[in-house]
T-cell receptor
Framework: DARVTQTPRDKVTEMGQEVTMRCQPI?????VFWYRQTMMQGLELLAY????????DSGMPKDRFSAEMPDATLATLKIQPSEPRDSAVYFC??????????FGSGTRLTVV | GDSVTQMEGPVTLSEEAFLTINCTYT??????LFWYVQYPGEGLQLLLK?????DKGSNKGFEATYRKETTSFHLEKGSVQVSDSAVYFC????????????FGGGTRVLVKP
């Protein structure tokens, strides 16, 4: 089965450091989402892209977060500088609108 | 804006019991509806979907029917197993909102032997 690949699987970093999370969407999928999951807030939509163009990034703290799709095989989410409150599991998902979306296994980020 | 409301958990059941998780939605356009399942330590997996009114999605013994008149998409399973213990998320994708995927808060289900 085709899958969405996220790297790294786990990341522990010190406050103030830059963090980059990567996602390889399924080939042919035109929509890519970034979500953040915490116990307190549940699933939060951070940003999403269609055909590599950003459609909505209103869920992201703009001063420290950035999301890009440099090409169709790679989506990145960067945090600079990272803070302890950014600790969460970050999920990438790709798909084609009404057909449903496939999620990656997530990146568990811990900022100490 | 679009929203999804699902019953809060946790829901605790005995094996072979009947499971229902209620889900209602509000949407601007004509959404597609989904149920996702998340097992501990894993990502979300698409469980089933329905793309238009009166469609029934089904998978692994789970079913949900797209009810436009009540804006609902309740998940049901007739006989649960311990392996069904997970968090279940109802979601919609609205073509009037750029097909953004909007999730409910999730319902934790615990099935005891």
């Amino acid at each position: 089965d085709a899958r969405v690949t996220q790297t790294p699987r786990d990341k522990v970093t010190e406050m103030g450091q830059e963090v980059t999370m990567r996602c390889q969407p399924i080939l042919g999928h035109n929509t890519v989402f970034w979500y953040r999951q915490t116990m307190m807030q549940g699933l939060e939509l951070l940003a999403y892209f269609r055909n590599r163009a950003p459609l909505d990034d209103s869920g992201m703290p703009k001063d420290r977060f950035s999301a890009e799709m440099p090409d169709a095989t790679l989506a990145t989410l960067k945090i600079q500088p990272s803070e302890p409150r950014d600790s969460a599991v970050y999920f990438c998902a790709s798909g084609q609108s009404n057909y449903g979306y496939t999620f990656g296994s997530g990146t568990r980020l811990t900022v100490v | 804006g679009d929203s999804v409301t699902q019953m809060e958990g946790p829901v605790t059941l005995s094996e072979e019991a009947f499971l229902t998780i209620n889900c209602t939605y509000t949407a601007t356009g004509y959404p597609s509806l989904f149920w996702y399942v998340q097992y501990p330590g894993e990502g979300l997996q698409l469980l089933l979907k329905a793309t238009k009114a009166d469609d029934k999605g089904s998978n692994k013994g789970f079913e949900a029917t797209y009810r436009k008149e009540t804006t609902s998409f309740h998940l049901e399973k007739g006989s649960v197993q311990v392996s069904d213990s997970a968090v279940y998320f109802c979601a919609l994708s609205d073509n009037a909102a750029g097909n953004k995927l909007t999730f409910g808060g999730g319902t934790r289900v615990l099935v005891k032997p």
